[in-house]
């Protein structure tokens, strides 16, 4: 930057009035300070003041510099005369003592004057009155106080102060108790408030003039920099360029050598690549042809499409039906359970009647026959004393004994076993009365969807609806999953259609011929046609209807109801539950239903096993005669258990073998049966016994070709065959022997018959005999 010329300051005291005395107003404004006298704030020209340090009146002390405007005023003939404007009072004005050292006349102001005038000589310029005036009013306003006091109040400093802080000797000074505090400003005259307001015009537009010029002198610096800079890499370019040139044509650098052979290589490449990105485009252009030929086919399609309106109505109705379903099923499902448990409980009443019966006649007929034994509570007469309880009882059974012989005898069935039938004869009261709560119940049930239109009570309607949708829009029916919701949405119609329906009784009705089971099956086929778009949800409705509905009526009637000593309830029991379970073949994994369905089965025979099943043993003296009450209800108590026995084993391919296996081998044959056979005389009736056994045990059990001995389980009655073989040898129904050797053969006890026959050297076994 350039060089700002050396300056001098000079301090000039200022003290400002807003009123001006007259005496002052007469005052000559252009009256002049002496030069050697000091001003009337007592200070010399010399000395330094703070800078911004202000007097009362806004404005403060003004710093002179030798910088002065064009506008201050050269006092004197064309400079000659050096002269200052002084801005203080006069002397008559002046009241601080008069500094210490007046010889201060110093040669330095005269100097400092002669060098001010030499740079800068302008006439000053006296500003109007009305500028004057509203210089005045404008200090008027400032000085005017505000509606607050500020807390942050900075006193001017006064003479004294700015001496010691500028660190002078301030021993000249008053001290400060002797110093006058000037409370308000000293008049001035106007010359010198004219002279203030230049001089502040004056040193605001130098230093501006000041800063412009300072910001001209750094812009061109600037400027320079960026050119030398600019040239700078501009050489640095061209050398670079001219070094780049000289490389590339230097003759002392060596080139592989070029040949055809690599042309034709690098060619060749190029060529695979341009092969490339072509059959890439080509590929894109083909995808791009078939996008707009499906595109326009779907157009075509939604154009010649049905009508949206028309699909909007159906679905809306298809809504609307599917609601009203819902709130129809969710208001009959109360009566319908109702229902449901009044027919449990009438049926639960009826069989808990008979085991109660059954199991009162045994105590009381077991009773008897005990007293008969001993002989010392005989009578003279062969009577017994029994209250008339008991004896109403046994002629009770006595009397139902009867009439069941009677009616065998008509029907021709006179191959029959005592002990053998269920015994399950009501009173004709009791009869009537049980028909009759039953008849109540049947007529409640048809009243529950009486005031239904069939559309929502029939399935067969409800799946013609579904099918209508799954023919017109297969898309939408199979993503709401129709096939999953369409069991829950039947299954309370179908409980009411079951509610009729007995599994235990011989003339209840099939499955596989009820309405709702048909309907359901040609729902199915019907939608396998489409193969297409089946996702397998159609073909599993019929099993989940069988799971939600028959599965878990089936499961009541076996903790219930079920007898498992009642061979036809047995029977037409699991015939129901073989088509039942026909539905889940298909299904990988075994639903909850069917596992609960067969555990109840499992835990009602084991319970028969331990409250039903009794063979006493008598002394062999009251078995003399077959026709004695002891041997008589000792048959009977035997082939009741053999009866169980064959109804456990019915549930083969059912329940598991090793369940039927502890079941009916473990817990019966070997506890009771055996143990009872054992107890009797070896003759025709021991080896009848035993091929009953035998032909109660599945055929499955012994189908491997290669087995030579029988089940673990069927050990002791192999034994027992073998000691009666041995016994019946020695007496006349030695023929017998073969039954028991076929016996043997049956369980596939094959090294004991072949044994038995070589030791009491009867006919060797056959082929067919074996196979038997």
């Known amino acids: 930057m350039a060089l700002r010329p050396q300056r001098t300051f000079r301090r000039r005291q200022v003290d400002s009035s807003d009123s001006d005395s007259d005496g002052t107003k007469e005052q000559s404004a252009e009256e002049p300070a002496e030069s050697g006298r000091p001003s009337a704030g007592g200070r010399t020209e010399g000395a330094e003041r703070p800078r911004g340090a202000r007097s009362a009146r806004g404005r403060g002390r003004v710093w002179a510099s030798s910088r002065r405007s064009p506008g201050a005023a050269s006092r004197g003939d064309g400079g000659a005369e050096c002269r200052t404007a002084d801005l203080s009072t006069d002397e008559e004005e002046g009241e601080l003592p008069l500094p210490e050292n007046k010889d201060d006349e110093s040669p330095s102001s005269d100097s400092s004057c002669s060098l001010e005038e030499k740079e800068v000589s302008p006439i000053v310029k006296i500003p109007d009155a009305a500028f004057i005036q509203a210089a005045r009013r404008k200090r008027e306003l400032a000085r005017t106080p505000g509606d607050y006091i500020s807390l942050d109040v900075n006193h001017p400093s006064t003479t004294s102060e700015s001496k010691r802080s500028n660190g002078e000797d301030s021993e000249s000074d008053p001290d400060d108790h002797e110093k006058r505090i000037l409370f308000t400003p000293k008049p001035q005259t106007l010359r010198q408030r004219m002279a203030e307001e230049s001089s502040i015009r004056n040193e605001d537009s130098s230093e501006e003039s000041q800063e412009d010029e300072s910001q001209d002198t750094w812009e061109q610096q600037q400027m320079r920099k960026a050119v030398r800079i600019t040239e700078g890499q501009s050489i640095d370019l061209l050398h670079s360029s001219k070094s780049q040139t000289l490389k590339k044509f230097d003759s002392s650098i060596s080139f592989a050598p070029v040949n055809l052979e690599i042309i034709k290589k690098q060619l060749n490449s190029r060529l695979t690549l341009l092969q490339d990105s072509h059959r890439s485009h080509q590929r894109e252009y083909e995808k791009y042809e078939q996008d707009i030929k499906s595109s326009k086919t779907a157009i075509e399609k939604l154009e010649s499409g049905p009508d949206q309106a028309l699909n909007y109505k159906f679905y809306k109705g298809m809504k609307i039906y599917v609601e009203n379903i819902i709130d129809c099923l969710n208001e009959k499902i109360s009566s319908i359970v109702e229902l449901e448990s009044s027919m449990y409980t009438l049926l639960l009443k009826h069989s808990e009647a008979l085991l109660k019966r059954r199991q009162d006649e045994l105590k009381c007929e077991s009773s008897y026959l005990q007293q008969l034994s001993r002989k010392d509570e005989t009578l003279a007469s062969g009577s ?32 029959h076993q005592e002990g053998t039938s269920s015994d399950e004869e009501l009173s004709p009261a009791e009869m009537t009365n049980f028909h009759k709560r039953q008849g109540d119940i049947l007529q409640d049930c048809k009243k529950v969807f009486e005031d239904v239109h069939d559309d929502f009570c029939n399935v067969q309607n409800i799946l013609l609806k ?151 043993l008598y002394p062999k003296s009251s078995e003399e005669g077959k026709m004695s009450p002891h041997s008589k209800f000792q048959e009977r108590q035997f082939w009741g258990a053999l009866k169980l026995f064959g109804n456990i084993l019915l549930w083969n391919g059912l329940l598991p073998d090793d369940i039927l296996q502890n079941l009916g081998l473990g817990k019966l044959l070997n506890r009771y049966l055996i143990i009872a056979l054992t107890n009797a005389i070896p003759g025709p009736d021991v080896v009848k016994k035993c091929s009953q056994i035998a032909a109660c045990l599945p055929d499955k059990w012994f189908e491997n070709s290669a087995m030579r001995t029988s089940l673990p389980q069927l050990e002791n009655f192999v034994q027992f065959l073998l000691q009666s073989a041995r016994k019946l040898s020695t007496t006349e129904f030695r023929n017998e022997l073969n039954g028991i050797i076929l016996i043997l053969v049956k369980v596939k006890a094959l090294s004991q018959a072949e044994s038995l026959t070589e030791e009491h050297r009867l006919e060797p076994l056959t082929a067919q005999t074996a196979g038997v």
């Open 384 to 415: 017994l004393a029994l209250d008339e309880k008991d004896q109403r009882i046994l002629e009770e059974i006595e009397a139902r004994r009867v009439q069941r012989r009677q009616a065998r005898v008509l029907s021709g069935n006179c191959d």
């Open 466 to 616: 579904f099918q209508q949708w799954r023919e017109k829009f297969p898309d939408s029916y199979y993503e709401a999953f129709v096939g999953f919701c369409l069991p829950k949405l039947l299954s309370p119609l179908i409980r009411v259609q079951l509610l009729d329906w007995n599994p235990l009784k011989m003339d209840s009705m099939g499955l596989d011929r009820m309405p709702w089971f048909t309907a359901i099956t040609e729902f199915m086929e019907s939608g396998m046609e489409d193969v297409g778009k089946e996702d397998g949800s159609d073909k599993k409705i019929l099993s989940a209807v069988i799971n939600k509905t028959v599965v878990p009526r089936l499961t009541d009637f076996v903790e219930m109801i079920w007898d498992p000593l009642s061979t036809s309830q047995t029977r037409i029991l699991t015939v129901h539950c073989r088509v039942a379970f026909e539905q889940f073949a298909s299904e990988t994994e075994v639903s909850k239903s069917k596992q609960d369905l067969l555990k109840s089965v499992a835990a009602r025979m084991k319970k028969s096993i331990e409250d039903d099943v009794f063979i006493p």
